[in-house]
């Protein structure tokens, strides 16, 4: 992974059609640095105004005069931006393809007349629920139309959605609803993933009974597998019902441009996950124009991101990009495995997609598979690939480019964040040479720079963490309820620069090579779970007295979760314990947060102050036990050496 790594040339065919070319990126990009208000006023003219914008940039990260607004006088509706404008010229395409679980059960198409239609209905709906302007909602639901249905209804009436992934456990809905004080919450019966059923509707039951999550009125559920569950009258209600006598026309709320869209919670490095909160104009400016030049979208391509709308690459890139881009987004239920591994492979047949984003973790459990499920569909429907989610090793892209891409589509490695809104870093497919693991150049207005530890801006050739150096539009504006939290986090590291949380490496042409996070952030195929979410889960137990989390390289996961538990005294460990505990991770926080290793620690090695050395305990998880480093501020030296012999003998 050096300068010396081997380049892909951008493809001539693909650059003589592409919309933005080698000459346009190094203009472009200069006029966007150089003169930002210029270039981002124009990128605002894509979307429809009630009230053109007149101002653009009003950015200061001096923590003395802190501000981040874009566009602060434009008002905007982003569901109409998503809908409403492509009637007249698209109201026939289809805005959706549905492709369920079960490739058995038919496969929707939904236009952008009917969903529309939908949304206002829904949008009707909610306001005779009561839900107003500001007001928050949760969106629990699997990945079928309805999810759309449910943000865009949200966006319509100014409602801020909270969409919560389904593979997370009740005690983590409830403190999202808690958090924001959701008024609302929009589940389903079940969802359905390959062969497994997730009790969705009954996992909001258990939340709502918590203590705290007494915000919500309603619950609308969605009738999707048809499973019985309880339903609670009058809080309960079935979402059809809810739905059905509605008028088709939704007067849309008229939105100031920093009034808030979403909020989507994520892990940090310390305490609970955070609510991230994105307004409208520039996260939708940005999410729309970053959609439309990574992928260089065409009228009549079939676009597929495999995200959840529970992360936020299935907001900016299976939704709001997409939509307001007029394109036509595919949403897939289902696994990569189910009924088989050539899944993701006959889907782009099936629905003859031409564009596919997609995360490392996939693409290198699809690899291991070997190349008979890929050579076996055609792929010839396809004209670009893109990752994202976290680094992707070489030879996983690679295999990428030559079997799944048949050698003919530019892999476009996106580096960005739940915090940054849309793509950072990234190759233009039209513009950029390409090399293997490394997400390359910045996007238009990105000034991103390496800092050593002290804050010094590295020049050129260098290694160090990443921060950005200015503003653009698609940046969270706030930590919901703690702006202060915000600040703390992203800009008192490094004053004057918002610090990513990432380390990186710059080559002597400039590229940009994500070497992962620097904080106590995991990332389990390409999902943020912070270690101190872990510990307090695990401590939660009563047979634990403490517990210390790291990542550790995992040849799928990219990272998994290695954790460190002292029992309290007069428990001892045992399978079956064990085995608890692991479940008991799980009950609290998720599935995605299974701990991969658990190992038992008579003792933690800590600092005479008592602060735990992770750093020790990684490189212990890693089995690189001669690259410890200095111990010898340790309270108890002696602990490490018993940590490595019980590691080793694992
Ligand atoms: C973290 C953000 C943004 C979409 C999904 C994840 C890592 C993300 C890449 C990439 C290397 C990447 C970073 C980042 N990451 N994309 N292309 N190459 N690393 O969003 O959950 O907010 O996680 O994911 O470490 O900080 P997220």
């Keep these: 992974m050096s300068e010396a790594a081997p380049v892909y040339p951008v493809d001539a065919r693909f650059a003589a059609q592409a919309r933005i070319t080698r000459d346009d990126y190094e203009r472009l990009y200069a006029e966007s640095v150089e003169q930002p208000d210029a270039f981002w006023g124009r990128v ?57 679980d079960d490739p058995a059960t038919p496969a929707q198409r939904i236009s952008y007349r009917e969903l529309h239609e939908r949304v206002c209905r829904l949008g009707n709906a909610l306001r005779n629920l009561g839900i107003c302007k500001g007001d928050r909602v949760t969106i629990y639901l699997p990945m079928i139309p309805d999810a759309v249905v449910a943000m865009l209804a949200c966006a319509r009436i100014g409602a801020v959605h909270s969409v919560v992934f389904g593979g997370f456990a009740p005690q983590s809905i409830a403190d999202r609803v808690k958090d924001c004080g959701s008024k609302l919450v929009i589940t389903a019966d079940e969802g359905l993933r390959g062969t497994k059923r997730v009790p969705l509707k009954a996992n909001v039951d258990a ?25 609670q009258m009058p809080r ?23 009034d808030p869209l979403f909020i989507l919670y994520t892990s940090g490095s310390t305490g609970k996950p955070k609510g991230v909160l994105h307004t409208t104009g520039g996260y939708l400016a940005y999410a729309s124009y970053t959609h439309e030049c990574v992928f260089d979208l065409r009228e009549d391509d079939v676009y597929w991101c495999t995200a959840d709308v529970g992360w936020v690459t299935g907001h900016s890139y299976g939704v709001y990009g997409p939509l307001a881009n007029g394109a036509t987004s595919l949403i897939f239920e289902g696994v990569p495995n189910y009924p088989d591994v050539s899944r993701f492979w006959q889907v782009i047949d099936k629905h003859q997609v031409t564009l596919f984003y997609t995360a490392p973790t996939a693409i290198r459990a699809l690899m291991r598979e070997g190349e008979a499920p890929v050579k076996s569909t055609s792929r010839a429907s396809l004209r670009l690939l893109g990752t994202v989610g976290e680094p992707i090793n070489p030879e996983a892209w690679r295999w990428y480019f030559d079997v799944v ?95 990513t949380g990432d380390g990186c490496r710059r080559d002597a042409d400039g590229y940009y090579w994500i070497t992962g996070r620097v904080d106590d952030v995991i990332n389990v ?41 002292t029992l309290v005294a007069g428990e001892s460990p045992g399978d079956e314990l064990h085995r608890d505990l692991v479940a008991h991770v799980r009950k609290e926080i998720g599935p995605i947060a299974t701990p991969d290793h658990l190992q038992w ?50």
């Design 525 to 565: 195929s390409g999902h943020r779970i912070g270690t101190a979410e872990v510990e307090s889960a695990l401590v939660s137990h009563p047979k634990v007295a403490e517990a210390a989390v790291v990542g550790f390289p995992h040849d799928l996961k990219g990272q998994g979760i290695y954790a460190y538990v």
């Design 405 to 499: 891409g048949d050698g003919r589509c530019p892999v476009v490695d996106t580096w960005w964040q739940t915090e940054t809104g849309g793509i950072l870093i990234t190759p233009l497919p039209g513009a950029t040479d390409l090399k293997p693991g490394s997400a390359t150049k910045p996007f238009f207005g990105v000034r991103p720079a390496l800092v050593d530890t002290n804050g010094q801006l590295l020049e050129g050739a260098a290694e160090g963490n990443l921060v950005l150096l200015d503003s653009w539009p698609g940046q969270m504006r706030s930590v919901y309820g703690d702006h202060q939290r915000f600040i703390d986090t992203y800009f008192r590291t490094y004053p004057g620069t918002y610090f």
């Design 601 to 650: 620690a008579p003792g933690l090695p800590k600092t005479r102050s008592g602060k735990i050395m992770r750093r020790i305990l990684r490189k212990i998880a890693e089995d690189a036990p001669d690259q410890l480093g200095d111990t010898s501020t340790l309270a108890d030296p002696s602990v490490v050496e018993s940590l490595v012999r019980e590691r080793r003998g694992r």
């Design 207 to 231: 939340a709502l009974k918590m203590p705290g999550a007494n915000s919500v009125e309603t619950v609308l559920v969605v009738r999707h597998t048809g499973a019985a569950i309880d339903m």
């Design 44 to 100: 605002a003219q894509r979307l429809d105004w009630m009230r053109p914008p007149t101002q653009v940039k009003d950015v200061s990260y001096d923590l003395a005069d802190f501000r981040i607004r874009w566009y602060a006088d434009g008002e905007l509706n982003a569901s109409v931006n998503c809908l409403d404008r492509q009637l007249e010229t698209r109201g026939d395409k289809a805005a959706l393809i549905f492709e369920p």
């Design 236 to 258: 309960d209600r079935w979402f059809d019902a809810v739905v059905a006598g509605q008028s088709a026309q939704c007067e849309p709320e008229r939105m100031n441009a920093e």
